[in-house]
């Protein structure tokens, strides 16, 4: 029996499911109507909403993301319309209420006439105000003290009491027989409830719907004198990652006024971000706080923006520390060697024991401590330096260790290592896996193999070569690549060393992301040979499980997934950052749409156009809520500049338009190095990425036309160096990070030529094999190069091979 379409397909709230007209395809369709249930709602566009529902369904309609505020901030708007700018992803069809000072000309006449003859001599505008002022004393008195409500629900209250027929508008009858029974009558000289059909039906309708109530009773806190204590103008606050954070604001007043939270300028509130949240009591409470939440947040009442606090908040992490090798066995008189990665934010303090003691207590002479701690030599070793030697790391965040054990022996029992490197390479007649240091060929798989449990080449018959797009390391269990001539990703298992999965994907795929916490793997389709046009995007789910795979499109907007032009995906860093977001980007667009990678969809976007700025490389550093973006100008192309952004709230820090170029950000988020190419040459730009924002260090000219860069953890610090690769020399490029100094390593073969690379892949790849491992590898025109990044040396040549491209390392677990 045939499943309903329906049935696996999720549409969201203010939704439905509905099958196209053929009934072949399940599509997702805005509610029309709501169930008649009034629980006000505030929208963050600034109306008022009959209840959840109704929103929802607004947000649909509108084609824009629509989230929940305090509902005073709809009391409000007139002096707090501040929204989040939106690009244009759909156009509304009918808005859920009519929006303030909207007259619909067919309206019955009487009602208007009616209207506009109710004792309007009798009540002025003045007295109406007073009128209203009253009335919400009366009701606050009499209802919030009764039902413990909070200010912001007062009108709510009050409507819903008033709305004796309950069908979601107020008429005058209803108000005259509410004044009536309640005695209203001596709230104001001359007005009473009815007038509030005379002064505030928008629409001429006879009634007052819930909008219309609302913005009866916009002023409700016009007048108020507020203040803060000069001592608590800056307030300095630590938390760790994990940690739930709830801000109080001093800024007082009487009656004590709507509080208003900002970072950068960005309205908090409207957000909608579900771990940055403002309580009714004004109170900022920030929900399991990662490294991005970082930064400064601004409290103000909502009509003096004179008298501001500021709450700096610090975010720590617990250090993280590993070593290598964990058991070494020497003979005396030899010299050991132990290696230290530290990770933390702060950067932690480093410092070796031995046996719980620190080595300034031991013979000095003995030990070598290169850099911040990074390695430890032990010189002319003795029976007495048998030990476990620890690499200790502090900062606020706490104190972590870890252990090298060394044993000392005339006959040294051979002690393996835990783990070995080993890399793919993808080249026209196959892949093959190579172990680096001996430069060993440990497997190979042939273009003309046929894919076990089909009938399919891996690349085809005798005589075609691969074309091979991107590939990536999937949890270290799998490596997918894209063939993009075959609109198909290729899975290979990293134990079997075989084809285990075919994924069938739109057109042209090419470009891959892996979202590790997600387990997800984004595929991007170009739909031609040229990065030209529009694109599409596909996400393959549970991609680390041993399944059969398959692809998925992202929630579309009105079909907008098929406008991409580039996806953003943040790529995983030393800090362990969560990143819940990317970003696409869409054609002859000026900004670009953040997506929640999570679910697959968009959720607000980032208008760039006073920058004039169409993104085409964006990186995400894990520290202090940075994002950095290389921007051209959307008609003609040309470069306009650097774009530091906030990744919490889209909002832009700093614009430097003279800074041209490819940025790239080293592993530990300290640096970003910008690869400026110039006519007159090339220029690497070297920025240190501090709290406050981008710090320039350096900059380092060169003659060498670069291909492409990678980071190789330095020797000297708990940091990272670089190194470049060349279009047209047989030079590699180092850079040191710290110092600013520069080698070359030569002798590394020829490149292949421009001409024969394809889906914008470098001509001469350069990739290095994470912590801990020793090498970097190049491909050249016919040959692999594996280089030491310890000695900066070649370690040996690879030979045989016809135009390799891709490399991806993988690491092997020695039992």
Not at 87 to 116: C, H, R, W
Request: charged share 25%; hydrophobic share 35%; proline share 5%.
């Amino acid at each position: 029996m045939d499943i309903h379409p329906c049935l696996d397909k999720y549409c969201g709230a203010g939704r439905r499911c509905k099958l196209s007209p053929d009934n072949s395809v399940a599509l997702c369709v805005c509610i029309k109507k709501c169930g008649m249930r009034h629980r006000a709602v505030c929208g963050s566009d600034g109306n008022v909403y009959a209840n959840h529902c109704e929103l929802h369904r607004a947000a649909c309609n509108k084609g824009i993301p629509l989230t929940v505020s305090r509902l005073m901030r709809c009391l409000h708007q007139d002096e707090h319309g501040e929204t989040p700018k939106v690009l244009p992803v759909g156009e509304a069809t009918s808005p859920t209420f009519s929006s303030k000072n909207q007259y619909d000309k067919d309206d019955d006449k009487s009602n208007m006439i009616d209207s506009e003859t109710y004792d309007l001599e009798d009540c002025s505008a003045q007295e109406y105000e007073i009128m209203k002022d009253n009335l919400l004393l009366y009701n606050h008195a009499r209802l919030m003290t009764q039902d413990n409500h909070s200010k912001e629900y007062l009108v709510s209250i009050m409507f819903s009491h008033y709305d004796q027929n309950n069908n979601g508008n107020l008429e005058r009858e209803e108000l005259e027989q509410i004044a009536e029974r309640e005695d209203l009558e001596q709230l104001s000289k001359g007005c009473s409830l009815g007038h509030m059909i005379s002064y505030d039906d928008a629409d001429k309708d006879g009634r007052l719907n819930i909008n219309e109530f609302y913005m009866a009773f916009s002023k409700l806190y016009s007048v108020s004198v507020v203040s803060l204590d000069k001592s608590l103008e800056i307030n300095h606050i630590s938390a760790r990652v994990g940690d739930n954070v709830e801000i109080k604001c001093d800024v007082t007043g009487t009656p004590l006024p709507p509080i208003v939270w900002r970072r950068n300028d960005a309205d908090l509130e409207a957000l909608g971000e579900p771990d940055v949240r403002v309580f009714n009591d004004g109170s900022l409470y920030l929900t399991r706080v990662q490294l991005i939440h970082a930064g400064n947040y601004t409290c103000h009442a909502l009509r003096n923006k004179d008298v501001v606090q500021t709450h700096m908040l610090t975010i720590h992490t617990i250090p993280e520390v590993r070593v290598t090798p964990r058991l070494q066995s020497k003979r005396p008189r030899e010299e050991a060697t132990m290696s230290c990665n530290v990770v933390g934010e702060p950067l932690p303090h480093v410092e070796w024991l031995k046996n719980d003691e620190p080595l300034m207590n031991h013979e000095i002479d003995k030990y070598v401590i290169i850099g911040n701690g990074t390695k430890l030599i032990i010189k002319n070793i003795g029976y007495a330096d048998t030990g476990a030697y620890m690499c200790q790391a502090t900062s606020i965040g706490g104190l972590t260790r870890d252990i090298s054990s060394l044993v000392i022996q005339e006959q040294p029992t051979p002690t393996a290592a835990n783990e070995e490197r080993r890399f793919f390479s993808f080249h026209e007649w196959g892949i093959s896996v190579y172990e680096p240091s001996t430069c060993r060929l440990y497997h190979q798989i042939g273009s003309t193999d046929i894919i076990p449990g089909t009938q399919e080449y891996v690349c085809g018959e005798k005589g075609i070569s691969c074309s091979w797009g991107r590939a990536i390391n999937v949890a270290n269990r799998y490596v997918y690549v894209t063939q993009p001539e075959k609109d198909r990703v290729l899975v290979i298992s990293k134990i079997q060393m075989v084809v285990v999965d075919v994924v069938t994907t739109d057109k042209y795929p090419v470009e891959l992301q892996y979202v590790p916490a997600l387990d997800q793997v984004w595929v991007l389709n170009w739909r031609s040979e040229r990065d030209i046009g529009i694109k599409t995007i596909q996400v393959i789910r549970d991609a680390a499980q041993k399944r059969k795979h398959h692809t998925v499109h992202p929630e579309p907007i009105d079909g907008q997934f098929d406008l991409v032009r580039g996806l953003y995906i943040p790529h995983s860093q030393d800090i362990g950052q969560m990143f819940k977001y990317g970003y696409v980007t869409h054609t002859n667009q000026r900004g670009m749409y953040k997506l929640d990678l999570a679910n697959m969809r968009y959720t607000r976007s980032a208008d760039l156009a006073p920058y004039n700025c169409v993104p085409i490389n964006i990186q995400f550093p894990a520290l202090y809520s940075f994002v950095i973006l290389e921007c051209e100008e959307p008609v003609t192309g040309k470069p306009s500049g650097q774009l530091l952004l906030d990744y919490l709230t889209d909002t832009v820090l700093s614009h430097k338009p003279e800074l041209i170029g490819r940025p790239m950000v080293s592993p530990d988020s300290r640096h970003v190095v910008t690869l400026d190419k110039q006519q007159s040459g090339v220029t690497l730009v070297v920025q240190e990425i501090l709290p406050n924002g981008l710090k320039f260090s350096f900059d380092v000219k060169t003659t060498l036309n670069i291909s492409d860069m990678t980071f190789y953890p330095s020797q000297t610090t708990h940091g990272y160096d670089l190194y470049a690769s060349s279009t047209d020399k047989d030079d590699i490029l180092f850079l040191n990070l710290s110092t600013g100094k520069v080698e070359m390593i030569t002798g590394v073969g020829k490149a292949m030529p421009v001409n024969l690379t394809k889906w914008k892949n470098p001509n001469r790849p350069i990739v290095q094999s994470g912590i801990f491992g020793r090498y970097m590898v190049s491909p050249s025109t016919e040959a692999l190069f594996v280089l030491n990044g310890e000695t900066r040396t070649v370690n040996c040549e690879i030979g045989g091979l016809v135009h390799p491209g891709a490399i991806v390392w993988f690491t092997v677990t020695l039992h």
